[in-house]
Nanobody, 126 residues
Framework: VQLQASGGGLVQTGGSLRLSCAAS????????MGWFRQTPGKEREKVSC????????DYTESVKGRFTMSRDGSKNTVYLQMNNLEPEDTAVYYC????????????????????WGQGTLVTVSS
């Protein structure tokens, strides 16, 4: 399992970025997918999850209405479109995949079975 995240960068408050996560070594439809983020001194936070069978998504409250997670099965890639970015969104964003999903909601990746990408830094200036 390999996950290659890209698309991070520096953007002003209110701006947009689209993160990509190219997956290899497995098919998206067989795995639970998610985006997590982490800032220094804080715990890792789930941002979004996607059920690859039907595209159903789930988001942490602070990003609802601003972030959209999607997938392209033909490219074996998931995306995170981030609009109206805020300084509080500044973090390293990680793509996560797991063959085991949690048994509630859309079925986010189960932490104990997850593979993590290398992370991509998003910095939002005020």
């Amino acid at each position: 399992v390999q996950l290659q995240a890209s698309g991070g960068g520096l953007v002003q408050t209110g701006g947009s970025l689209r993160l990509s996560c190219a997956a290899s070594g497995f098919a998206l439809e067989d795995y639970a997918m998610g985006w997590f983020r982490q800032t220094p001194g804080k715990e890792r936070e789930k941002v979004s999850c996607l059920r690859t069978s039907d595209g159903a998504t789930d988001y942490t409250e602070s990003v609802k209405g601003r972030f959209t997670m999607s997938r392209d099965g033909s490219k074996n890639t998931v995306y995170l479109q981030m609009n109206n970015l805020e300084p509080e969104d500044t973090a390293v964003y990680y793509c996560v995949a797991s063959p085991v999903r949690l048994d509630y909601g859309v079925g986010c990746p189960a932490p104990g079975f997850a593979s993590w990408g290398q992370g991509t830094l998003v910095t939002v200036s005020s």
